[in-house]
């Protein structure tokens, strides 16, 4: 083995090794869904059985079915592949030093695995009777449309009806303008595409922090006695800087050493070598992703592994320089962390802006709630159509009158999941043969 194959098993280990460990310790996870769930389980709301059930039905399907399929081919590796997969390991993962300990080695021979065997995963999947790894990415798909609504949820329960309905049609026409005229040619045969989802997220949050700055203070609170529900979030973040650091240059390096990409359009110029090209969509994603991950992470507490992405633009510039990629990486996932204390400083001194804080997150949650069903009904239909949604609907109501039921959010992936286990046993002993939907 060449030493230069030596560097890149280690940077992958290290990367697999110490975002499973951030996702065991609830201090950042990268799949955008997941974020705000974490907390629900850190303050025991949830039980860790239903937290690695959620991640595994909102990460799984698109490890399988979107990161590792794109991945091949290209040489490199597209970051969901090991990201996605780093957050199940750290949610399965006991708590405590042990469980550290744990995700930390099982997530550093996945990522040397994934490098060593890209091809081999696919195929072991495909050995199943019946394949449903494609079907479960379903119980992500309505997630990431849907994020850009919390905001107008947020702004009816804080405001009333009306000023949500407005910021509703807002972020639905940004949402329509962005995904048919978004994108713009940049010469050269290359493109540059805005993530409507992005963009509509932003406006939403726009109309909130708009509405919120101008709720008056009634004076009976001074400012030394104020506790702020964003600040303490943030200083969570704040306080795990050194692991977000090391974590943003580790991401950096591998990207410099051309061992992941962060989206498909990036990955595909850098196979190409096309790297000022690469460089340029991955920023423009990277603005995309600053509502997005700034507000999961002010509400929640918990940041990504990735931050903004930025990032990668980072490894992209400093390509075949990885111990100056991770430097610079984790000075800028260390900027990122600041301005994020800056952000929430700032909101506080506004109380509307505090207050919005509750909301918020019980906008994400029921959002969350909703599509995770939804999209757990369209993954179970696909499995099994015509009884998908029979099942999914019968569990939801049936455990609802459980002595001890799941949280709602927490059906629709469970579902999908049983389902495609039984599925497969009993087409084993052969009383289910598969059939197309539609």
Avoid at 139 to 155: N, Q, R
Avoid at 229 to 244: G, M
Avoid at 322 to 342: K, S
Wanted: aromatic content about 8%.
């Amino acid at each position: 083995m060449g030493s230069s194959k030596l560097i890149e098993l280690i940077a992958i280990a290290a990367l697999g090794g110490l975002s499973s460990i951030l996702a065991n310790k609830g201090i950042a996870v990268f799949n955008d869904g997941l974020r705000p769930i974490v907390p629900e389980f850190l303050e025991k709301k949830i039980s860790k059985k239903e937290l690695a059930a959620t991640s595994f039905a909102l990460s799984f399907g698109l490890v399988i079915g979107f990161g590792i399929p794109v991945s091949i081919g290209a040489s490199i590796l597209l970051v969901h592949s090991i990201l996605l997969m780093t957050d199940i390991i750290g949610s399965w993962a006991p708590e405590g030093k042990k469980g550290m300990a744990i995700a930390g080695i099982i997530g550093a021979l996945y990522g040397v695995g994934l490098v060593l065997g890209l091809q081999a995963v696919v195929d072991a999947f495909a050995l199943m009777p019946v394949n449903f790894i494609d079907s479960l990415s379903q119980v992500g798909a309505p997630v990431v449309i849907s994020f850009s609504i919390f905001p107008a949820v947020a702004i009816a329960s804080q405001h009333g009806f009306k000023k949500g309905s407005i910021s509703f049609v807002a972020t639905l026409l940004t949402l329509f303008i962005v995904k048919q005229f978004g994108t713009f040619k940049l010469g050269n045969g290359t493109s540059l595409t805005l993530s409507a989802e992005g963009m509509s997220l932003l406006v939403g949050m726009i109309f909130m922090i708009y509405y919120a700055i101008k709720v008056k203070s009634d004076g009976s609170n001074s400012n030394e006695s104020l506790v702020s529900v964003f600040l303490e979030r943030v200083n969570r973040i704040k306080r795990n800087w050194i692991w977000l650091s090391a974590m943003g240059g580790l991401v950096s390096a591998a990207t410099s050493l051309l061992l992941i990409a962060g989206d498909p359009i990036s990955l595909n110029l850098l196979s190409e070598g096309k790297m000022n090209e690469a460089a340029l969509a991955a920023f423009a994603r990277g603005i995309g992703f600053i509502p997005l991950v700034f507000s999961t992470a002010i509400v929640t507490g918990v940041y990504s592994p990735a931050g903004t992405t930025f990032v990668f633009v980072v490894g992209i510039l400093l390509k075949g320089n990885p111990i100056l990629a991770f430097v610079v990486g984790a000075l800028v996932m260390f900027i990122e962390v600041q301005l994020l204390t800056i952000m929430a400083k700032a909101l506080d001194k506004f109380p509307g802006i505090r207050e919005m804080g509750e909301h918020i997150r019980t906008a994400m949650n029921k959002v969350l709630e909703v599509a995770l069903l939804i999209g757990g009904a369209m993954a179970s239909e696909s499995i099994a159509p015509g009884i998908g949604y029979f099942w999914v609907i019968g569990l939801l109501l049936l455990n609802r009158k459980a002595k001890k039921p799941v949280v709602d959010l927490a059906v629709g992936p469970i579902a999908a999941i049983t389902l495609g286990i039984i599925v497969n046993i009993l087409n084993l002993i052969g009383l289910f043969t598969p059939v197309v939907a539609g």
